[in-house]
């Protein structure tokens, strides 16, 4: 709900020279090798999907299903993100328009206040729509509130009506994505922090306090298109995928890995993690078929109902869905 799957434009590709902006800081070739089991014993880890729409949208029932799914042994939890909804609903707006999105932010800081250990993603916020030094000001306070529990999931959008209420051009939203990531990287991590891009610039300013997390929060990039894929390689801590199958699964890992051969990845970004959503419920099989293609982290959600559903009887299933997945926990 976020900027997936059509999630990129051919116009902004983060190949070869790029980030650019800040921009002059060193890259190399990408070496990362996205074969988990080259990694030691890594067991995948499992996340839920969209806290903050649909049936849930107020306090109490948000409560309900961010502390049921740390309890049941959850790793994270992921926000889904439209500040506005196409009224009336067209494609490729992805549900009606009466649906409720409670902020991203907003969100995030409440789960924190409710939780103590699970992790706290979002999945995803429309980068280029956003302001990134405001921006990133907020997820540092949500990544300190929380005791350094924030992961930063970012995709460039794809409903044009969106960038039109808000006044960004549509077509630049691949560039402002690859600069906005940057920008934000440098408030979160330099001392005196200095950015001269296109969309973004600042000097001789601060904002404290950082994030807790060394040397950030983790940031993952979205989307499926080739200008997404390379841009997670030579940007990201990890790259999301939404919405995806097993078979959609393995021809984005292969993407990723053909993405690696041509494109510069930033000095002192570690192994590129993978994470992705499926199209629904999984069994112990399914799970295992994405972690055998080396899937990090499997981010459950019910099913796209959920988000025009409301009442507690939505809710009650959505807390049934969490009982029932956590099986594949510790399996």
Not at 96 to 106: G, L, M, Q, S, Y
Not at 173 to 186: K, N, Q, S, W
Not at 299 to 318: C, K, P, Y
């Amino acid at each position: 709900m976020e900027g997936e799957p059509r999630d990129d434009d051919a116009s902004s590709s983060a190949g070869p020279g790029a980030p650019q902006g800040d921009l002059g800081r060193p890259s190399r070739r990408l070496t990362i090798d996205l074969d988990r089991f080259d990694q030691g014993d890594i067991k995948m880890d499992y996340g839920y999907f969209g806290f903050n729409h649909g049936a849930l949208h107020d306090a109490d029932s948000i409560t309900r299903v961010v502390v049921a799914a740390e309890e049941l042994g959850y790793e994270s939890i992921w926000t889904g993100e439209h500040v506005v909804l196409v009224d009336p609903h067209e494609a490729p707006s992805p549900v009606p328009p009466e649906t409720n999105f409670v902020d991203t932010i907003a969100s995030l800081a409440f789960a924190a206040a409710k939780t103590e250990r699970i992790k706290l993603g979002s999945g995803i916020i429309l980068l280029p729509q956003r302001n990134p030094v405001v921006l990133a000001k907020e997820l540092a306070g949500v990544d300190v509130l929380s005791k350094g529990r924030l992961l930063f999931g970012v995709g460039v959008g794809y409903v044009p009506r969106e960038f039109e209420t808000m006044g960004i051009p549509y077509e630049e939203r691949g560039a402002r994505m690859t600069e906005h990531i940057e920008a934000i990287r440098e408030l979160w991590t330099a001392d005196k922090p200095s950015f001269d891009g296109q969309f973004t610039q600042f000097s001789g300013i601060q904002s404290n306090p950082r994030p807790i997390q060394d040397p950030h929060p983790p940031i993952l990039v979205g989307g499926m298109s080739g200008p997404a894929l390379r841009r997670a390689v030579a940007q990201g801590d990890g790259w999301y995928g939404f919405f995806m199958d097993v078979d959609a699964t393995a021809a984005a890992i292969k993407g990723l890995e053909d993405a690696a051969k041509s494109t510069e990845r930033r000095e002192g970004l570690d192994r590129l993690t993978v994470s992705v959503t499926p199209p629904g419920p999984v069994d112990a099989d399914t799970a295992k078929r994405y972690e055998d293609l080396g899937v990090d982290r499997l981010i459950l959600m019910r099913g796209f109902a959920d988000m025009s559903a409301s009442g507690g009887d939505a809710v009650d299933g959505i807390v049934d869905f969490l009982e029932d997945q956590a099986k594949l926990i510790g399996g």
